[in-house]
């Protein structure tokens, strides 16, 4: 299926690397002005703007930790006041900290929450905001089958991605009169960055696991995210779409 979004404006966090780079490019393609966002790695950010020259007239760049409320709230009145309607925001940002509960700092605990849970509530809530004045939009976010499952040494991580899980479902339920759709892709071993920290032998247990004995690509979500994010998603809302080769 191709997808045209032209006219249409699409904010993605964490939108600069990984899997919200890939979403950002993909929009881009598809015709939407994209305002991508990042936290504090200038040089994968500026690698993107380079890259992606070509689009220039339709890519903005926003530099912000979306733990700080105020912070989110400025960067929604600019995205208003500079290209008006907001049609799609997807949240990809995301941190791991990872320990067993038992060695667990305290600081590790609420920094994976806070960026994970809290920023994704703090986007979802300015953007319907926005949203609802147009009455129509389309929110996803990207989860994980950790919430679902849990796994030793990142209880803080599957917290914070069953509390998006929570919050989606409640949100599409809140925003459904005005036509704004709420939902979740839920990618699982993709091969990005955030994973190439794990051992090679945790990688290869993993990979075990999955039944189409592979990891997923950053397309493979891409696309997912996509279909959401468009018109004809739209008796879809309060879902959690998996990408996990089965697991």
Not at 83 to 102: E, K, T
Not at 191 to 201: A, C, Q, Y
Request: proline share 2%.
């Amino acid at each position: 299926m191709k997808f045209d979004f032209k006219g249409q404006t699409a904010v993605v966090t964490g939108g600069t690397r990984g899997i919200g780079r890939a979403i950002s490019e993909a929009f881009l393609k598809a015709g939407a002005k994209v305002i991508a966002t990042y936290r504090s790695n200038e040089e994968e950010a500026q690698k993107f703007i380079e890259i992606n020259s070509a689009h220039a007239e339709y890519l903005d760049i926003h530099k912000f930790d979306v733990t700080h409320y105020d912070k989110v709230e400025t960067f929604f009145k600019e995205v208003e006041s500079k290209h008006g309607a907001l049609q799609i925001v997807v949240v990809s940002s995301g941190i791991r900290a990872d320990s067993i509960v038992g060695m667990m700092k305290t600081e590790d605990w609420r920094n994976v929450i806070d960026t994970n849970l809290t920023g994704t509530f703090n986007i979802c809530k300015l953007s319907v905001q926005c949203m609802m004045r147009q009455k129509y939009g389309r929110i996803i976010t990207l989860t994980s089958p950790v919430g679902k499952f849990g796994f030793a040494g990142q209880a803080n991580y599957a917290a914070s991605k069953a509390g998006q899980v929570a919050l989606v479902k409640s949100l599409s339920k809140e925003v459904a009169s005005r036509k704004i759709t709420v939902n979740c892709v839920s990618p699982g071993f993709i091969d990005t960055d955030f994973i190439s920290d794990l051992p090679d032998e945790q990688k290869n247990a993993y990979k075990k696991q999955i039944p189409l004995k592979r990891f997923g690509s950053v397309q493979d979500v891409v696309a997912p995210v996509l279909f959401l994010a468009s018109k004809e998603s739209s008796y879809i809302t309060g879902s959690v779409l998996e990408v996990t080769g089965g697991l």
